[in-house]
Each structure stands twice: as structure tokens, then as C-alpha cells.
């Protein structure tokens, strides 16, 4: 069984969408590098649906990553 220890976050903010509150999804991945190939697709479909003008940004996150305070 593989673990999936990479996972992509994906934030969008259609036009007019208050930048504090972004529409989100996350998906797991094997590799950095489907991540990455996933995330322009994820891309390209929410500007589809919610228009030309509406703002994205994505991360592929480690689950292994830890955050230091």
C-alpha cells in the first residue's frame, strides 16, 4: 500500500470573494511532481468556472514538513 505524503492545497478567490475567506480544496498525492501536474489543471478548471478574473494559488505540501514556532 502507498502512502500519500504530498498534497496539494488550492485556494481560490472568485471575483468579489473577500480575500480572508477563499473557496479551498485538497487533494493527496505519491510525488511532488504529480502534485505540481495536477495543480495546472485544478488551476485552468477554477478560473473555468468561476471566470477569468478570479485569483488561485496553490502548495504542494509534505506531510512529513513540520512547522517550527
Known amino acids: 500500500m ?3 505524503k ?6 481560490v478567490w472568485p471575483e468579489g470573494q473577500d480575500q480572508s475567506d477563499p473557496l ?3 487533494e493527496p498525492f505519491e510525488t511532488v511532481a504529480a502534485c505540481q ?3 495546472i489543471i485544478a488551476v485552468e ?3 473555468k468556472k468561476h471566470g ?3 485569483q488561485t ?3 504542494c505540501l509534505n506531510k512529513d514538513s513540520r512547522i517550527k514556532e
Not at 6 to 11: A, D, G, T, V
Open 52 to 54: 477569468a478574473n478570479a
Open 37 to 39: 501536474d495536477y495543480a
Open 57 to 59: 494559488q496553490f502548495q
Open 2 to 4: 502507498v502512502e500519500l
Open 6 to 11: 504530498i498534497f496539494l492545497l488550492l485556494l
Open 45 to 47: 478548471d477554477a478560473i
Open 24 to 26: 479551498w480544496t485538497i
